[in-house]
């Protein structure tokens, strides 16, 4: 009777874990091409999107090249790894052309913030309900 009711649990959770992984490739398949690390947090539920870089600064993704603070490259621990960098060329009308560089996501990198995601290693809003998904229950006026 022991044995029958440890295979019954041990195929409940199978099934669970199957359940949890399609979950997880649905989520980890949010990934664009061409996506910074911002655009992709916007998508995670609970995300502080406004401290993001900061945290990945913290954790050797990106650094800041500029005294302002809003200037991000990728380091060249993340280049090539998790991130890449796009160039733009900026013309001013008074003065000279200059190059802007975007840190843009890899489908690697995307993998690896979504599993920090889940292990709460990025900056959570402080009024977070704790659900790693947007899906909200719609009530039907009647």
Not at 37 to 63: D, P, S, V
Request: charged share 30%.
């Amino acid at each position: 009777m022991a044995w029958a009711e440890q295979f019954r649990e041990k195929t409940r959770l199978a099934l669970v874990n199957k359940e949890q992984e399609a979950e997880l490739k649905e989520l980890k398949n949010l990934f664009k091409e061409g996506i910074t690390t911002t655009q992709f947090c916007k998508m995670l539920n609970g995300i502080n999107t406004q401290q993001i870089n900061h945290c990945l600064a913290e954790r050797n993704w990106l650094y800041n090249e500029s005294k302002s603070h809003i200037r991000w490259r990728a380091t060249s621990y993340a280049r090539d790894r998790y991130l890449t960098e796009h160039q733009h060329k900026i013309s001013i009308h008074s003065g000279d052309d200059f190059i802007k560089y975007q840190p843009v996501l890899l489908r690697k990198g995307a993998i690896r913030l979504f599993d920090l995601y889940r292990k709460n290693k990025l900056p959570m809003k402080t009024h977070w309900d704790g659900h790693f998904t947007h899906e909200k229950e719609l009530s039907i006026a009647s």
